[in-house]
């Protein structure tokens, strides 16, 4: 055998990823400059030709780019001689809704159940209680209490509607928009996929009497107290999420 020769180089086992469309990158460049401030809200994009040349690329790859960017609702297009495509500032109230539709869907799905809901529902909503006994102010304790003692609506006799209200008053009066906007999407599910009439008055009576404990061991500026109750009565709603015949699939 030669001395000379060499064992071949050993090959390294790579992961090759696939080049994104040119449609994806451009749509990050702009969310990216949308984002960080450098687009602020209410400007006026370059036309599509203008950006197409700007990126290299042909204008129905700079047509698909603002499709993506429109339906996060980054921009806004309009028609018309003053017509074109604007920055939009992000709305959380939007984004909210549209994570609640993803969640809607997926909750029918393998992927992602009721159990999935009501676990993250029972990490979040507690710690949303803690900080609200830490930090709300009059104001907000006065919504908290009147969130919580709101009458039944005729057209709502289980007074559902409410009870979901209370929990997003409860999330936004942690003073933490990302709490809120992780909670609240989970609640919508909640609210449209309960069948409700199956529920009886005297469970949602104990409800009631639930949210009225919270909201006082919040105004009491109690976490400790306000983060136990808080938890006890998820794990209460847990069991009537649970219960056959009560969740249903249609929206």
């Known amino acids: 055998?030669?001395?000379?020769?060499?064992?071949?180089?050993?090959?390294?086992?790579?992961?090759?990823?696939?080049?994104?469309?040119?449609?994806?990158?451009?749509?990050?460049?702009?969310r990216a400059q949308i984002l960080g401030g450098a687009l602020p809200a209410g400007e006026r994009l370059p036309n599509e030709a203008e950006l197409g040349t700007a990126f290299g690329v042909s204008r129905s790859t700079v047509r698909e780019a603002l499709r993506v960017l429109a339906s996060q609702h980054l921009i806004e297009t309009t028609r018309g001689v003053r017509g074109g495509s604007f920055v939009s500032a992000p709305d959380p109230a939007q984004v909210v809704e549209d994570v609640g539709s993803a969640l809607g869907v997926l909750v029918m799905t393998p992927q992602l159940g009721i159990h999935d809901l009501l676990e993250a529902r029972l990490l979040l909503e507690p710690t949303a209680a803690r900080l609200a006994a830490q930090r709300a102010d009059a104001e907000t304790v006065a919504a908290i209490r009147a969130a919580a003692v709101a009458p039944r609506d005729e057209r709502d006799p289980s007074g559902f509607v409410g009870h979901i209200d209370f929990h997003t008053t409860i999330l936004m009066a942690t003073g933490n928009l990302m709490i809120t906007m992780m909670g609240q999407p989970v609640n919508d599910v909640l609210r449209t996929r309960l069948h409700r009439a199956g529920v009886e008055r005297g469970e949602w009576d104990k409800v009631d009497a639930c949210h009225r404990d919270i909201a006082e061991h919040v105004a009491a500026g109690d976490p400790a107290a306000a983060e136990e109750a808080m938890r006890d009565h998820i794990v209460t709603l847990r069991g009537l999420y649970e219960r056959d015949g009560l969740w249903t699939d249609e929206p």
Request: hydrophobic fraction near 35%; avoid cysteine; proline fraction near 13%.
């Open 1 to 30: 055998m030669d001395d000379h020769l060499q064992p071949p180089a050993p090959t390294a086992r790579l992961r090759v990823q696939r080049v994104r469309p040119a449609y994806t990158q451009v749509a990050d460049e702009l």
